[in-house]
């Protein structure tokens, strides 16, 4: 629900997402809207049952600060440490962290790319308005091949990393819950998959800066 960024030192730098705070940003906007509900509930004489319980708003926070990640084992990559840290997390919280980095494993190879160009002009919008407006009079933004070569091994690491992680996440949940996770939810999560992003998003030093360019703008980013 809410999407703190540290500004950036200049019009040129990246923003950065320090870690948890968003998170926890969220769960206090959440908290005072549920809170503003129940009375409302309470008010207008609604069942006790029909209203979030303290037990399940704790489920709900629980949930949210389990999506908190952390730099994982690659370079450029996340894992988010509450589903190693705490054996007691909720069954709630262990599949909605898992949801929150799940987009390969759910909805595949071309939502995963862009997802991913969208969050890197997201923290840049130097080059997000450069895209937008290639004709400008500011030319190119200052170390844009750097900057884009950054999130494409980002992409890269990060999946392997996901399908590395997933297979021990998974082994937290009983084998009936497993079973439905793997077969049905992150079905896409794949070896060939990863081989697919590879192949597909570029990553080598020697590319040029058009090439890196293409390869952004194909995903027609600005129309989904």
Not at 42 to 56: C, F
Not at 114 to 136: C, K, Q, S, V
């Amino acid at each position: 629900m809410v999407q703190e960024f540290i500004p950036s030192t200049n019009a040129t730098s990246p923003r950065k997402r320090p870690i948890g705070v968003s998170e926890r940003a969220t769960i206090v906007k959440l908290t005072h809207y549920i809170q503003n509900l129940n009375y409302k509930l309470s008010q207008a004489n609604y069942s006790p049952l029909i209203r979030i319980s303290d037990e399940e708003l704790g489920i709900i926070k629980e949930a949210i600060e389990a999506t908190i990640c952390h730099s994982g084992l690659f370079e450029y990559s996340l894992y988010q440490s509450d589903l190693y840290n705490k054996p007691d997390l909720s069954l709630v919280a262990k599949i909605i962290a898992i949801a929150d980095l799940g987009t390969l494993g759910m909805d595949g190879v071309e939502a995963y790319i862009r997802e991913g160009i969208l969050i890197f002009l997201e923290d840049n919008l130097d080059i997000a308005e450069f895209l937008h407006n290639p004709n400008n009079s500011q030319g190119l933004p200052v170390n844009l091949k750097t900057r884009i070569l950054k999130a494409t091994c980002f992409m890269v690491n990060f999946a392997r990393e996901r399908k590395e992680r997933f297979e021990q996440e998974l082994n937290s949940f009983q084998r009936e819950i497993q079973t439905i996770l793997q077969d049905n939810l992150f079905n896409q999560l794949n070896q060939n998959n990863i081989e697919n992003i590879v192949s597909l998003v570029p990553t080598e030093q020697h590319i040029t800066l058009e090439e890196l360019l293409v390869f952004i703008t194909q995903w027609n980013y600005f129309n989904n």
